[in-house]
């Protein structure tokens, strides 16, 4: 293996990599068609930052010498860390979005009164941008060996963009559920007692 060809190599890795893309597409292909699902309001890379959800303080800002970024709550320590400032943010606001709801998400198919919909859009949001990126990387990667021209990087990044707010949109969806249980539960042991109280009342 160690005397063939740097040609036959690299031959061989692309045949791999266009099969690992391939496969990927397939994923694709296989996914439910989410017609307007993808429609987006904005500019994805420019993102508000949510305060500590706890500390209600917006956090501090920091450009670490190795390139990163790194939003940290000034009362809790609560931080988050990304290559890119956008990506810092929305990876902050995750940690961050107990109280939000998809309506602060810039995804308009989102905004729907079904629950259950929203679920089925949320899920093919992020396997959808998932999938892309990874299709992209492979592109990139066989462009880089072959010669060709790659896709641009702002494109990889908007995808990446994109899959950081709908998990963030996924975050914000198990969050209000737990919080719909925590209601219901409130709900049925106040029902409970206000019932054993009726029971307990002379005369009844």
Known sequence: MSGMPKAVKISQTVAYLEDKRETV????????????????????????????????????????SNGKWQYRCPVCGKEAVGKDEW??????????????????????????DRAGQKENIVTYLCEYYSL????????RQIAQLTGKRPPGKTYQKRLSAFHEWALLAKDILRYSGRMLQRDQL????????????????PGQ
């Open 132 to 139: 892309k990126k990874k299709e992209v990387g492979l592109t």
């Open 25 to 64: 597409g397939i994923k694709l292909g296989c996914l439910s068609q989410g017609e307007g699902y993808q429609d987006f309001n904005g500019n994805p890379f420019q993102v508000p930052v949510w305060e500590c959800v706890v500390c209600n303080v917006q956090p501090n800002t920091t450009k670490k």
């Open 186 to 201: 409130i709900v049925a042991v106040s029902a409970r007692r206000g019932k054993e109280h009726d029971l307990s009342m």
């Open 87 to 112: 990506q810092c943010i929305l990876r902050w606001n995750r940690r961050n979005c107990f109280a939000r709801s998809l309506e602060d998400v810039p995804f308009p198919a989102l905004h729907t």
